[in-house]
């Protein structure tokens, strides 16, 4: 069993060269759901990490491990655990307590503004399914996989695809990373979200197929997708006056228009100060020539 207890699988975000702190957009419904799956994440974390070194036993017992999916294979008969049931308790377990920070501020930033727009019960599910559409991305990308994946932001992923395509525009307060320097801009929610998806793509290609511990890298490729999808799909399903209020709750506010690439780009340019870079001419001063 020494194998199985290698380094889980986490969905992590790491690396990343940008770490959003707040967005401005205000939210209409307080986010029950949000503050509750936070909690839950919380207590869960630090209820198994009061185990010490059972922690890593937890780890193999609940975490989802693709062998078992794919196989139909119990690998540790003495931690038996309904092996379908480890798609759902794996992504209210983490890896480490950076690991559950990290997730939980993204799931605090952008899970409020979600559930403000699908309701309490419609998020929830929403929530769960990109949860398992994650867990399922990652087991089709690595399916002999003896390492077990847990972390929630497979299901975040989710709802990061959601907050991009339904708040292109809202400005998010984020911390940039240039090397040994450090700066706080505010960026559109298109380049954020945008960004972080690209990295996940140039990250995991390489890791299809591997059989190692590290990021799950395609979970969040697969939440993040689905997230768009499913969110797209219950918007279109819910009642007339529910997508009523969803308009007019963002347009009373900050009345932002579908976004154009070429305000989004100078806006971009602008926080970031590139276009005074690369668009500043240099200085003249005129002089009279001395007689």
């Known amino acids: ?40 994440n919380c207590l869960i974390y ?105 972390g929630a932001s497979g299901a975040i992923a989710g709802v990061l695809g959601a907050y991009m395509i339904r708040f292109p525009r809202a400005r998010i307060l984020t911390l940039i990373f240039f090397g040994f320097f450090i700066r706080i801009v505010r960026i559109p929610a298109l380049f954020v979200l945008g960004f972080w998806f690209i990295l996940q793509l140039l990250y995991g290609l390489p890791s299809l197929g591997s059989v190692g511990g590290g990021v799950a890298w395609f979970a969040h490729v697969g939440g993040f997708l689905s997230g768009i999808f499913l969110f797209k799909l219950f918007t279109a399903l819910s009642p007339p006056e529910e997508r009523d209020f969803a308009v007019t709750s963002v347009a009373s506010v900050s009345k932002r228009a579908e976004p154009d690439t070429v305000s989004i780009l100078k806006s971009f340019l602008t926080s970031m100060d590139i276009s005074r870079i690369f668009l500043r001419s240099p200085k003249i001063t005129w002089r009279k020539k001395p007689r």
């Open 46 to 150: 630090f209820y198994l990490a009061s185990w010490g070194k059972e922690f890593q036993l937890a780890v193999v017992k609940w975490g989802a491990i693709p062998y078992e999916l794919t196989h139909r294979q119990e690998l540790t008969p003495d931690l038996a655990f309904p092996i379908p049931l480890s798609l759902f308790s794996s992504m209210f377990m983490h890896g480490g307590l950076f690991h559950l920070a990290g997730n939980m501020l993204y799931l605090w930033i952008f899970g409020d503004n979600v559930e403000d727009k699908l309701g309490h019960v419609k998020f929830f599910i929403f929530y769960i399914l990109c949860g398992l559409a994650a867990a399922l991305t990652h087991i089709l990308t690595t399916p002999n996989s003896q390492i077990p994946m847990v």
């Open 1 to 40: 069993m020494s194998g199985r207890l290698s380094p889980p699988r986490s969905t992590n975000y790491e690396p990343n060269q940008m770490m959003p702190l707040k967005d401005d957009i205000p939210s209409y419904r307080a986010p029950i759901v949000t503050v509750a799956l936070i909690a839950l």
